[in-house]
């Protein structure tokens, strides 16, 4: 069974880290139970301030491409993205 991994390094805005964690988190509550999704884990960086991290796991990449048409996907990405000042590093993955 294929898998879609996905792990991305977000980098807020200064003093924005928290307000970002909080906005992923109610999106993690939500999405992890989108059918398709296994995984989607959010945490923070102890030593750098600004840093959000994001893991998924999906059932394959056509459903995590779906899940962001989702009506409150779209919302909650309208929330994160001012406090969004860049992005590390993104890797998808996707494993047989």
């Not at 390094?9 to 906005?23: A, C, E, T």
């Not at 139970?33 to 989607?40: A, D, L, P, V, W």
Request: charged fraction near 25%; hydrophobic fraction near 40%.
């Amino acid at each position: 069974m294929n898998k879609f991994r996905l792990r991305t390094s977000l980098i807020s805005k200064p003093g924005q880290r928290d307000n970002l964690f909080k906005v992923l988190f109610e999106a993690s509550k939500l999405i992890e139970n989108f059918s398709g999704c296994k995984i989607f884990d959010v945490t923070f960086s102890i030593e750098e301030p600004n840093l959000v991290f994001i893991y998924e796991e999906w059932t394959d990449e056509s459903t995590y491409r779906s899940s962001l048409c989702i009506g409150i996907t779209k919302e909650l990405i309208l929330r994160a993205k001012p406090m969004i000042s860049g992005m590390v590093r993104t890797r998808a993955l996707t494993v047989h």
